[in-house]
């Protein structure tokens, strides 16, 4: 009972040591992780904006697919034609490139990764 009694002392001065670590720490690990969670959010954002910035570009290739399909569907109405006069003055027409049947960017789109898969080439 004897020896309970001198420790006691020391075990609570130990456990007032404790809460005094414990209270110096708070602060730091609370200062650690709020620097770790604004550098996460930065980090995010800027991850955030380059998705951003490949979307833009996609959808700008996107809107270019699109008029090279019209400017495409010109061109080869434009060598029909000249097959036609070709063919009326009795010359042999040039051989015309494949015909895109898709009607809509979309349904181009498919049938062309369709056909690169095909040729492994995605």
């Known amino acids: 009972m004897k020896d309970e009694q001198t420790h006691e002392p020391l075990l609570e001065a130990l456990g007032d040591i404790r809460a005094q670590i414990e209270g110096h720490?708070?602060?730091?690990?609370?200062?650690?992780?709020?620097?770790?969670?604004?550098?996460?959010?930065?980090?995010?954002?800027?991850?955030?904006?380059?998705?951003?910035?490949?979307?833009?570009?996609?959808?700008?290739?996107?809107?270019?697919?699109?008029?090279?399909?019209?400017?495409?569907?010109?061109?080869?109405?434009?060598?029909?034609?000249?097959?036609?006069?070709?063919?009326?003055?009795g010359a042999e027409p040039v051989p015309m490139p494949i015909h895109l049947a898709a009607e809509t960017l979309g349904d181009l789109i498919l049938a062309r990764v369709r056909g690169l898969r095909v040729e492994g080439k995605i």
């Not at 951003?52 to 109405?77: G, V």
């Open 25 to 89: 720490l708070r602060p730091v690990a609370k200062q650690v992780v709020q620097a770790e969670v604004e550098r996460l959010r930065s980090l995010s954002v800027q991850q955030k904006s380059i998705l951003n910035e490949c979307l833009m570009r996609i959808d700008r290739t996107l809107i270019d697919c699109q008029s090279q399909m019209e400017e495409y569907r010109q061109i080869r109405s434009d060598l029909a034609a000249l097959n036609e006069r070709l063919a009326s003055l």
